[in-house]
């Protein structure tokens, strides 16, 4: 891939514990152009975590596909990209900035080397200079709610390095409430040459046309409004394209995706975990159906795959 390549595209954005392979497929066939993993600590990979390799699986239908890590080492992140790298098929390699969470930041990992221009600009520059893939980055409005220095970050990344880069319209202090501000996109996109990806309460295709052309930002990344909802991404096509507004999903096609998405989860991960991981899944593609409080509550006493798919026979 080169930087090019992120513009005019349709982004599924990285979450942790949602964007795994089985998410990732459904929301491809729904449309989505380029996906990422679930971030990844570097530091994890260098002292070989065995949570990290299920974090890892690809295969060729699921590209082009960037691999997200975490961490504030250049040097470490950098070699455990290359050693990633030799072993797996990503197309990218992106680095998050924009973590929220007190565990990450607290580490001075994520959103908190907004904090530390200088240092997020050395761990570009190091992975630039040593992968052989593009190196873009997810950044934050900022970290302290108010603050906007983005685009002075975004500006250091770009001549650090950076292919790309998502900018998630918050702050940290924000985590995920109020309204984003889609301004600082826009300032973004004029402080730097290279592709910008806006982010942030983009929910349909009228809000992903609107962030285009309020804020210039050559794509667009949908990541919360796609848990429990992977059509998003085709009801976005079908407005940007030529301003269809299509029906939501019915009953019978979120029961279909949700059966296929969890057969494919206990392959993956095993009948524990997958159904574990899937509960969050039934929740969110059966909110708003008839019935869906029930189902939910009982979705947490599901213990074996013969009941989790005929609880999923039921929906609709």
């Known amino acids: 891939m080169t930087s090019t390549d992120f513009i005019g595209k349709l982004l599924l954005g990285p979450m942790a514990g949602v964007t795994d ?25 260098y002292y070989g975590s065995k949570n990290t ?3 890892l699986a690809t295969e060729e239908g699921d590209r082009p596909v960037g691999v997200q890590l975490f961490g504030r080492e250049p040097e470490l992140m950098a070699s455990e990209a290359e050693k990633l790298l030799e072993r797996y098929t990503f197309d990218f390699v992106d680095i998050n900035m924009g973590c ?15 904090k530390e221009p200088e240092l997020a600009a050395e761990v570009v520059r190091v992975m630039a200079e040593k992968l052989k893939v593009p190196v873009t980055v997810k950044i934050r409005a900022g970290f302290a709610r ?11 990344l770009e001549q650090a390095g950076a292919a790309a880069i998502a900018v998630h319209a918050r702050t940290r202090e924000d985590y995920y409430q109020g309204e984003a501000d889609w301004s600082v ?5 004029q402080s730097v040459q290279i592709p910008v990806i806006g982010n942030g ?6 809000d992903a046309a609107r962030m285009l052309e309020e804020t ?8 919360r409004a796609a848990q429990g909802n992977p059509w998003i991404f085709r009801e976005v096509k079908a407005f940007l394209r030529d301003g269809t507004v299509l029906l939501p999903a019915t009953p019978e096609e979120r029961r279909d995706f949700l059966k296929r998405q969890s057969l494919r989860m206990l ?20 909110q708003g159906l008839p019935g869906s409080a029930a189902l939910r509550r009982e979705v947490n006493q599901v213990t074996t795959k013969e009941a989790l798919m005929e609880l999923i026979d039921r929906i609709g």
Not at 100 to 114: D, Q, T
Not at 274 to 286: D, F, L, P, Q, S
């Open 53 to 55: 390799p299920p974090l």
């Open 100 to 114: 929220p969470m007190p565990k990450i930041v607290n580490n001075g990992e994520g959103s908190a080397l907004l």
């Open 21 to 45: 392979l089985p998410f990732r497929l459904l929301c491809r066939e729904c449309g989505a152009d380029i996906v990422t993993t679930e971030m990844i600590s570097a530091k994890g990979l």
């Open 216 to 223: 210039g930002c050559d794509s667009v990344m949908i990541a």
């Open 201 to 206: 309460d983009v929910r349909c295709g009228r």
């Open 267 to 286: 392959e993956e991960k095993g009948e524990y975990i997958g159904i574990r991981e899937m509960r969050k899944h039934v929740a969110w593609y059966t």
């Open 146 to 156: 108010g603050e906007r220095t983005a685009p002075e970050v975004a500006k250091r």
């Open 185 to 189: 996109i826009r300032e973004v996109k």
